[in-house]
């Protein structure tokens, strides 16, 4: 079956300093991989996504991620953070059954 | 592009009535729409995936007569809670999707506050 875990639920980081939110899949089948950021009450918006071709994805808002298939992992990146990423972020593979498979989200807090 | 609308944005009603919640795709034609809904601090609960001119399919667990899905168009759907209560009230988020390939893309709304009194 397929799934996703992502680890840490909440992390916190610094203004200016690297933001890393963690991804792991399984899947039996070369995967589509997702990530999704929620502000407070609003809907999900595509960071970026990963399918087929370069590993390493750039996403909007400076963010990015490498698919790595040996380590099953789609992780979350973006060298310096800001205020304004603090939301909620969720990690997605699509599934055989034609839906998104998701994670339970890292809310990401930002110190000034 | 790909922009995807909801309303209401927020509503507040009594316990008992029945609130329609439309999902519209603004500058595209989906093939399938879905409904989610979300509690604080949760993921995503896929309720029931719609696809035009055809019964949605409910996932396991979810009321089909208690959340009506109706799927006009393309480019409509609409999710009707029926009898509200307050353990009805959730944040409800719909997506539209589109076959990109061998994968769906999904394009969400901006998601519909619900609270039952």
């Known amino acids: 079956a397929q799934s996703v875990t992502q680890l840490g639920s909440h992390v916190s980081v610094s203004e200016g300093a690297l933001v890393l939110l963690r991804c792991n899949y399984s899947s039996s089948v070369p995967p589509y991989l997702f990530w999704y950021v929620q502000y407070p009450n609003q809907g999900l918006q595509l960071l970026l996504k990963?399918?087929?071709?370069a590993t390493l994805v750039k996403g909007i808002n400076g963010f990015e991620a490498e698919f790595k298939k040996s380590e099953t992992s789609f992780h979350l990146t973006k060298p310096s953070a800001h205020m304004s990423d603090a939301a909620e972020y969720f990690c997605a593979v699509f599934g055989n059954n034609r839906k998104l498979i998701w994670g339970l989200g890292t809310s990401l807090a930002v110190n000034p | 592009g790909a922009v995807v609308s909801q309303h209401p944005s927020r509503v507040i009603c009594k316990s008992g009535t029945s609130v329609k919640i439309e999902c519209r795709s603004l500058?595209?034609?989906?093939?399938?729409m879905f409904w989610y809904r979300q509690f604080p601090k949760q993921s995503l609960m896929l309720m029931a995936t719609?696809?035009?001119?055809?019964?949605?399919?409910?996932e396991q667990g979810v009321e089909k007569d208690k959340f009506l899905i109706n799927h006009a168009s393309l480019t409509l759907s609409t999710l009707t809670v029926t009898s509200a209560h307050p353990e009805d009230s959730s944040f409800y988020i719909c997506s539209a999707s589109l076959i990109a390939g061998p994968y769906n893309e999904q394009f969400f709304g901006p998601g519909t506050r619900l609270t039952v009194l």
């Open positions: 990963y399918t087929t071709g």
């Open positions: 500058d595209f034609q989906a093939t399938t």
């Open positions: 719609s696809n035009e001119g055809s019964k949605a399919t409910y």
